[in-house]
């Protein structure tokens, strides 16, 4: 099993920025990609950005892309989305998951573990 610790949500004005940190202990070391994804009230389930083991390979939402950067330290176990320019739009409920296939990223039902996921508001 792996366990997922989100942390580093908060209320943050329009134009701020944020750093989300996701830290994972257990079988990290059969984990073959890690995501963001955002839930929103009454929206599904939505990828942010995933990273690869190596860190090595990256993917992004349009959304995201020029905005959010996501890295990981695997001495630490430990993955990072750092996010600027931040918008009203990007509110939500942010949870961080582990992959162990090598199958879509971008897709949530494709990742085995879950965090309990941090709360990001962006007031206007």
């Known amino acids: 099993q792996v366990q997922l610790v989100e942390s580093g949500g908060g209320l943050v004005q329009a134009g701020g920025s944020l750093r989300l940190s996701c830290a994972a202990s257990?079988?990290?070391?059969?984990?073959?990609?890690m995501g963001w994804f955002r839930q929103s009230p009454g929206k599904e389930r939505e990828f942010v950005a995933s990273?690869?083991?190596?860190?090595?390979?990256?993917y992004a939402a349009d959304s995201a892309k020029g905005r959010f950067t996501i890295s990981r330290d695997n001495a630490k176990n430990t993955v990072y989305l750092q996010m600027n320019n931040l918008k009203p739009e990007d509110t939500g409920v942010y949870l961080c998951?582990?992959?162990?296939?090598?199958?879509?990223?971008?897709?949530?039902?494709?990742?085995?573990?879950w965090g309990q996921g941090t709360q990001v508001t962006v007031s206007s």
């Open positions: 257990g079988r990290t070391f059969s984990v073959y990609a």
């Open positions: 998951a582990a992959q162990f296939v090598p199958y879509d990223e971008r897709v949530w039902t494709n990742y085995a573990y």
């Open positions: 990273i690869s083991r190596s860190g090595g390979t990256t």
